[in-house]
């Protein structure tokens, strides 16, 4: 959540930082604002709502010429989301402009103390204290990079600080603690971003930052320290996609762009993963053989998409491996006293590799000596960072905030993990390995089978715009891809959608059916008889009561026929592979029905892309 930007360059400042606040809608907001350091002051301007109120503002009221500013899109969290409470935010003399992503957890005591000191404060957020606080360090003749160390030491909580001088007008600082930053490494200009796609259009070189850092850019350079200002080293790094992976590409929405690249997107995350001998590689893996086999239990943490992923890894690391996986909330993980030692592997799922209660929850694990690896799609993001191993997703870029790609491609890393386990620990024979591989390889020539009978699925979608509310059925690893699919219908389309493990529905979901509910069926491929047969059990009941049942199942089963009043077929896969081609249809039935409701699909309410506060 909340985009941030930052530059210095011969470029017009405020051009530059819009279209970065641009590439940043994705991440959720509800205002926009940009300061500008110009002729010994700061120019600010700042709007409630998208992105296009701010550049009405802008074409109404033209700020001066200036090749320094920082921008900024909030999501609420302290104080309504209205234009005084929007960011960029001033000191007491409006010398400082501030913005910040994150929660400042003493703002309280800070707030009393700034006021007792005869202190306005304009606004309801923990934001305007840090300006204040910077701005009275600047006053007493320090420069603002060493204002920004000296506030940082006393500020608890989750924060990025991005801020300028008026009197300083080449220069631009920032700080990150439990919150993303990343530098872009530009020539004769310099860049900030919550993330590399802010500056994408205009480097693809990039220094990630460790935490607890200050860095400060200009036009000749970058410097990073710790909050006392002990010099640090950032990791230089070259983004791998350029600016065309951020647009539509044709399609109205980013989200539908992004199902339609799943195909490219799961092939680029198996490649690589075999030695010339055939055996399965992670290069990012730092844990050793030894330390593999020593491993008795995992824990996955995740929170929403992600947490389904991990409940299908459940099935494929016990399967393949006959290890015991429990799958946890992130949320939840700290506060139940996990039992945990160095035996135990945690499994940390984040898209973003920024997610608040993820990275708490491993620092805890860690606490307790447990190893951890990291599932995730960011390069140099602090979850990963804070890993003993990585299995990045190599999904790219996924603008739209539901995510598509990114859940594919995370079942992919956790069967790559779960299959690297079983030839470490020898729990599943070289043949039976390649087997599987061979399948997983397959599988992007399914997906774009899948995504050739679109037109079926909107189809469908459409027929049921009036729809007040939709329930989702599986069994084993379609259990999971159940819950996916309700996840999506909410998020975007904004009904009462629940996914229920078909063997559940006796115990009470059996209660909300009535006549003409539409209930998506997950049916298990027919090499799993029982579960095939109990799955149809359980569509009969339904049926019965009313319900229309549209059945996703595989080419060829016709014992599904009669239980169907709509049929999207899928392509034969094991019932453990299932999951990659049975949530795409899912994906698109959500995306269309959305659309046909008028709602805007790559920005759904009251959500944001990356979840970085608890």
């Known amino acids: 959540m909340c985009g941030i930007v930052g ?27 940009v300061a500008l350091v110009s002729g010994g002051a700061i120019a600010d301007a700042k709007k409630a709502g998208k992105l296009a109120n701010l550049e009405k503002e802008l074409a109404d009221r033209p700020l001066p010429a200036s090749g320094t ?30 913005v910040h992503n994150g929660i400042i957890e003493n703002f309280a005591d800070l707030r009393a103390r700034l006021e007792a000191d005869g202190h306005v404060l304009l606004s309801e957020t923990d934001t305007e204290i840090v300006a204040h606080l910077v701005e009275l360090q600047v006053a007493s003749g320090v420069d603002l990079t060493t204002a920004m160390q000296r506030v940082c030491q006393v500020l608890e909580g989750a924060f990025t600080l991005v801020a300028v001088d008026a009197e300083d007008p080449d220069r631009v600082v920032a700080a990150r603690r439990n919150s993303p930053l990343v530098v872009g490494l530009g020539e004769g200009e310099n860049f ?89 590689q992670l290069d990012e893996m730092r844990l050793s053989d030894d330390e593999i086999r020593d491993i008795d239990k995992v824990i996955i943490i995740a929170a929403g998409t992600s947490f389904y992923a991990g409940m299908v890894a459940k099935y494929a690391i016990e399967h393949w491996t006959r290890i015991p996986v429990e799958v946890e909330l992130s949320s939840e993980f700290r506060y139940r006293d996990p039992i945990l030692d160095h035996s135990t592997l945690v499994v940390a799922i984040s898209q973003s590799g920024e997610t608040a209660d993820t990275l708490q929850a491993i620092r805890h694990a860690r606490t307790q000596r447990s190893r951890v690896l990291a599932i995730c799609n960011t390069n140099g993001s602090t979850i990963p960072r804070e890993s003993d191993a990585v299995i990045y997703t190599h999904a790219g870029p996924e603008i739209g905030v539901a995510s598509t790609k990114g859940f594919l491609t995370q079942l992919v890393a956790c069967y790559l993990l779960a299959l690297y386990v079983a030839q470490v620990k020898g729990t599943r024979y070289g043949d039976e390995i390649d087997e599987v591989m061979r399948q997983l390889e397959a599988i992007p020539g399914h997906i774009e089978t899948v995504l050739a009978g679109a037109e079926q699925v909107y ?143 790559d920005q759904p309410r009251n959500l944001a892309k990356s979840v970085t506060v608890e």
Not at 20 to 25: A, D, F, W
Not at 70 to 98: E, K, S
Not at 250 to 278: C, N, T, Y
């Open 69 to 98: 500013g920082i921008g900024h899109t909030r999501w609420a969290t302290h104080g309504a989301p209205n234009d005084v409470n929007a960011h960029p935010h001033l000191g007491h003399d409006r010398r400082v402009g501030l």
């Open 459 to 601: 189809d469908l979608a459409r027929e049921h715009v009036g729809t007040r509310s939709v329930l989702f059925l599986g069994r084993h690893a379609g259990y999971p891809v159940a819950l996916e699919g309700a996840l999506k219908l909410k998020e975007i389309a904004y009904l009462h959608a629940e996914g229920f493990a078909a063997g559940e529905l006796k115990h009470g979901p059996i209660a909300l059916v009535e006549e003409g509910l539409p209930i998506l069926c997950v049916v298990p491929p027919r090499g799993r008889d029982q579960l095939h047969e109990k799955m149809i059990s359980g569509i009969q009941e339904v049926r019965a009561r009313g319900a229309r049942t549209i059945c996703l199942a595989e080419e060829g089963d016709t014992r599904i026929e009669p239980y169907a009043d709509a049929l999207v077929r899928l392509p034969r896969v094991p019932v453990l592979l299932q999951p990659l081609v049975a949530t795409v249809p899912l994906q698109l039935f959500a995306c269309e029905l959305a659309t046909a409701l008028g709602h805007d699909v």
């Open 7 to 33: 530059y210095v360059g011969p470029q017009q400042a405020q051009d530059v930082v819009v279209e970065g606040l641009r590439r940043l809608e994705y991440r959720g907001y509800d205002s926009a604002g």
């Open 192 to 280: 900030l971003g919550s993330d590399v796609a802010a500056f994408i259009e205009h480097t693809r070189d990039a220094l990630e930052l460790g935490q607890d850092t200050v860095v400060t850019i200009t036009r000749d350079g970058v410097e990073v320290t710790d909050f006392h200002g002990a010099p640090v080293e950032g990791t230089r790094y070259h983004v791998d996609w350029d600016l065309s992976a951020a647009e539509k590409d044709g399609h109205d929405w980013f989200m539908r762009k992004e199902i339609f690249e799943q195909p490219r997107a799961v092939a680029d995350s198996l490649l690589g993963r075999r030695s010339q001998a055939g055996l399965l």
